[in-house]
């Protein structure tokens, strides 16, 4: 099967189509990816990595409010979607997949142009720009929550499947992550990470939680800054820790996420869609700081969600301190009991089977053509 995949600008568009990818290439060797990004997103970093062919164009996104850059923006979409065809024209693909951002508007409406299938994956709650507009020409949308479809009323095709990194992360390997961490397998770790972007307000607070750790003596930390945040954080951490660094490593961004996900005991984190998903399929408890910079919103909606199941605590932003990130660890580190319980209510929660439900959605598309 040949299947293009596009989606990016951050982490939790580009992982979800790269699980799709690798289940595609798992159900049925042979089969050929091509990846359509942009140069500037995450993607054009992380997906030539995968091994994956990778072909960029260049599109910003709309401004919510009006200006000239809106104008800029319609003429770039126009030059995308002629781009896309070309890209199309060439590979032939069977199938086109996109898991939002920017840059699946003209490559997935370009494919409904030239009667390719088209699929979107929607990662949240409520969906985002470019997939509600592309929502009026693709042949199917699948959505990670079942109160999301009544944001897709423009299409018949509607499937609940879960967020793919969910299955991601069933091939994860807990000692791969120690290893890749240089730690010793077994050592309770609680993982920091402010998306995949890094969040500066969860950095700064870990930073003035540092002198609170000798209470905890046990537990080590994985601190991910965020690429754009790593000198600045690693500063402040080696000037706040004179004593006890070897129990805090800091990282700017983290490439076999699966792995170190799969040996924590901990996540402490932003309430990005695909985090959870993957999070939620490995059983993990949580303490979410959900980034009030979002449409909507919508990371507050999903931190609640998991919190109402148990499987998670939360803090909001403005309630953010170095003392209460502290207080938030410690209640879950400090009582296995409780752990364990909330373990077990993330688990309930992960759908590892959703690749393979999207995999036969992108099948029965391929039929019906
Ligand atoms: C600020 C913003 O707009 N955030 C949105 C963005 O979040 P963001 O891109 O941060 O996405 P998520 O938090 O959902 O997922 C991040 C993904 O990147 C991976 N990862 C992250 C850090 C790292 O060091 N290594 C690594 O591999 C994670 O394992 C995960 O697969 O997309 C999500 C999914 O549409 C939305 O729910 C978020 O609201």
């Given at each position: 099967?040949?299947?293009?995949?596009?989606?990016?600008?951050?982490?939790?568009h580009i992982y979800p189509a790269l699980a799709i990818g690798r289940e595609v290439s798992e159900r049925q060797p042979g089969s050929s990816l091509l990846y359509i990004g942009t140069s500037r997103g995450l993607e054009g970093r992380i997906v030539p990595e995968q091994g994956i062919a990778f072909e960029n164009i260049t599109i910003t996104g709309f401004r919510r409010s009006l200006s000239l850059e809106n104008v800029k923006t319609v003429m770039r979409f126009l030059k995308g979607v002629r781009r896309s065809k070309e890209l199309l024209r060439q590979f032939k693909p069977d199938v086109v997949v996109g898991t939002g951002g920017y840059v699946c508007g003209p490559v997935v409406y370009a494919?409904?142009?030239?009667?390719?299938?088209?699929?979107i994956h929607e990662q949240n709650v409520v969906p985002g720009l470019t997939?509600?507009?592309?929502?009026?020409?693709?042949?199917?949308?699948?959505?990670?929550?079942?109160?999301?479809?009544?944001?897709f009323k423009n299409c018949s095709n509607v499937?609940?499947?879960?967020?793919?990194?969910?299955?991601?992360?069933?091939?994860?390997?807990g000692r791969q992550g120690y290893e890749s961490l240089g730690m010793k397998p077994g050592t309770p770790f609680v993982l920091i990470v402010g998306g995949s972007g890094g969040a500066r307000a969860l950095n700064d607070a870990f930073v003035r939680m540092l002198p609170l750790l000798k209470k905890l003596p046990e537990v080590h930390f994985v601190f991910v800054t965020g690429e754009r945040f790593y000198k600045d954080a690693e500063d402040a951490v080696r000037r706040e820790l004179r004593e006890g660094t070897d129990r805090v490593k800091v990282l700017p961004y983290i490439g076999n996420m699966p792995d170190v996900l799969a040996a924590s005991s901990l996540y402490v984190g932003r309430a990005g869609a695909s985090f959870l998903a993957e999070v939620t399929?490995?059983?993990?408890?949580?303490l979410l700081v959900p980034s009030p910079n979002v449409t909507n919103n919508h990371q507050e909606a999903n931190a609640r969600s998991l919190m109402n199941a148990g499987a998670a605590n939360m803090i909001l932003e403005r309630e953010l301190s170095g003392?209460?990130?502290?207080?938030?660890?410690?209640s879950i580190m400090g009582?296995?009991?409780r752990r364990d319980a909330m373990s077990e209510?993330?688990?309930?929660?992960?759908?590892?089977?959703?690749a393979a439900i999207i995999y036969d959605q992108i099948v029965g598309l391929q039929r019906k053509r």
């Open positions: 099967m040949r299947v293009v995949l596009t989606g990016g600008g951050t982490g939790g494919a409904s142009r030239l009667g390719i299938p088209t699929l997939n509600k507009f592309l929502s009026r020409y693709v042949d199917g949308v699948a959505v990670s929550f079942a109160e999301s479809a009544s944001h499937v609940y499947a879960g967020n793919p990194c969910a299955t991601r992360v069933l091939h994860a390997d399929s490995l059983g993990l408890p949580s003392e209460a990130l502290f207080a938030g660890i410690d009582d296995r009991t209510s993330s688990r309930n929660l992960g759908m590892p089977e959703s």
